[in-house]
């Protein structure tokens, strides 16, 4: 689906009076527009070529997809990849996941393209419509706007994951429920697939802030600084999480640990006193004719007071040892 929004002039926020992107590339110079493909195939790729020339690895990258957040100068435009952080069921059993937007920015246009619907755009585009932006309609500021809905996409993520690392914590330490890892293990996986998607945005946006003045303006850098600010944080979220997280299944293993240790200690304590018991029992159990005390009638009773005066003898001592 191809939409064409008006940056400037009466109708800014509505629909541009260009049907194609070539049309809109003829008038980009005296009007600038945001051009969006939602799903875009080979078809909508050769018409942006026609239109702007566009640098046909971008152009490859778009059809690609899976990309990883970076900014690529080519000329007189940039093509910028970022990825958004969406509810997804996996079969992997993870419950979220990242999808891909891509640019290309112009002076006098932007074009974004993603796949499979994007929260994030549809945001844009009412902010877009209803004139809710930071500043007046430009190509650069309109990318700052839609970087900055991407970064507070990641918020309530960082939220969530955040109370189900605490239910992991609880599960940790409550002796009456065995403790499952599988929970941990997903989130786990999700704050490497949420760190692989923020981290390299700081990339892309010190690369903005350095990059050329005609396709970013100065003016914008303060509003691209405040969302640099915003990826820093996250990133600095996710490794205080994934830290936290490691120190609840090194503390599992711990207790795991512990719990084998005191098995094992009181198997010890078992094995120790019957090898005792079975010592005289074997002594005295043995068909020789000439032994001692084979004849004595209390025989029996002596040699089970023996055993459980050894008994008590080693349990004693490994009370005092505290091994028990």
Same mark, same amino acid.
């Given at each position: ?6 940056? /400037? ?9 260009? @049907? ?16 969006? $493909? ?8 050769? @018409? ?54 891509? $640019? ?8 974004? %393209? ?18 809710? /932006? ?120 711990? =207790? ?5 240790? =005191? ?32 004849? =004595? ?14 008994? %008590?003898?080693?349990? @004693? ?8």
């Amino acid at each position: 689906m191809l939409t064409i929004t008006a940056l /400037t002039g009466p109708g800014v926020g509505g629909p541009a009076p260009f @049907a194609t992107p070539e049309e809109a590339a003829a008038g980009a110079a005296s009007a600038p527009v945001w051009i969006d $493909i939602r799903d875009p195939d080979q078809a909508d790729l050769d @018409a942006l070529d026609r239109a702007f020339a566009f640098h046909p690895l971008a152009l490859e990258d778009v059809l690609k997809q899976h990309q990883r957040p970076k900014v690529d100068v080519y000329g007189d435009h940039l093509f910028v990849a970022v990825r958004y952080w969406e509810a997804a069921d996996r079969a992997d059993g993870l419950r979220e996941s990242t999808r891909e937007i891509d $640019i290309f920015l112009r002076a006098d246009a932007i074009v974004t %393209l993603s796949y499979d619907g994007c929260a994030p755009l549809r945001e844009l585009a009412g902010r877009v419509r209803n004139r809710r /932006t930071v500043a007046k309609l430009t190509p650069g500021v309109l990318l700052y706007e839609l970087l900055d809905a991407v970064m507070d996409g990641y918020f309530p993520v960082l939220d969530a994951l955040d109370s189900r690392i605490d239910a992991v914590e609880d599960a940790v330490f409550d002796d009456a429920v065995a403790f499952d890892p599988k929970p941990a293990l997903h989130l786990k996986k999700e704050l490497l697939v949420l760190r692989q998607a923020v981290s390299p945005l700081r990339d892309v946006l010190n690369e903005l802030l350095r990059g050329r003045d005609d396709l970013v303006p100065e003016p914008v850098h303060v509003f691209l600084q405040d969302v640099y600010d915003h990826a820093l944080r996250l990133t600095e979220q996710i490794d205080l999480h994934r830290d936290i997280l490691s120190g609840a299944l090194d503390a599992a293993v711990a =207790q795991a640990g512990n719990r084998m240790n =005191q098995v094992m200690k009181t198997l010890t304590v078992v094995s120790t006193v019957l090898m005792s018991a079975s010592l005289i029992a074997g002594i005295y159990g043995m068909n020789f004719q000439h032994m001692p005390e084979l004849a =004595q009638p209390y025989g029996y009773p002596a040699a089970l007071s023996a055993m459980v005066v050894v008994a %008590l003898c080693l349990l @004693a001592v490994f009370r005092r040892l505290r091994f028990m």
